[in-house]
């Protein structure tokens, strides 16, 4: 199976940046996408962003597109995503996810193992 560790939440203010870190291990090699979502209290959860094996394939929601860049090393099997311009609506827990599908996916059920999450509060 695989395992997923999220760390680099914490309390930032509006305006300012996080960069997330999930270390994956295990039987890393069944893996492709990658993917971030968010989840609010009270809310459902959000889709952030996706990465494919390669790197060279990423999609975003259209509200962190502008401001939310994914990234990988699979050397290190870690995935980042790098958060600038922060706003209060950005604040959620933050929870890694993959797949074994081969294309970035916006959709939940796409993927197999996810994180138990890291908080991101952004104050304003």
């Known amino acids: 199976q695989v395992q997923l560790v999220e760390s680099g939440g914490g309390l930032v203010q509006a305006g300012g940046s996080l960069r997330l870190s999930c270390a994956a291990s295990g039987r890393t090699y069944t893996l492709n996408t990658m993917g971030w979502f968010r989840q609010a209290p009270g809310k459902e959860r959000e889709f952030v962003g996706a990465?494919?094996?390669?790197?060279?394939?990423?999609l975003y929601a259209d509200s962190v597109k502008d401001r939310f860049t994914i990234s990988r090393d699979n050397a290190k099997n870690t995935v980042y995503l790098q958060m600038n311009f922060l706003k209060p609506e950005d604040t959620a827990v933050y929870y890694c996810?993959?797949?074994?599908?081969?294309?970035?996916?916006?959709?939940?059920?796409?993927?197999?193992?996810w994180g138990q999450g890291t908080q991101v509060t952004v104050s304003s």
């Open positions: 990465i494919s094996r390669s790197g060279r394939n990423t």
């Open positions: 996810a993959a797949a074994r599908g081969p294309y970035p996916s916006g959709s939940t059920v796409e993927y197999t193992y």
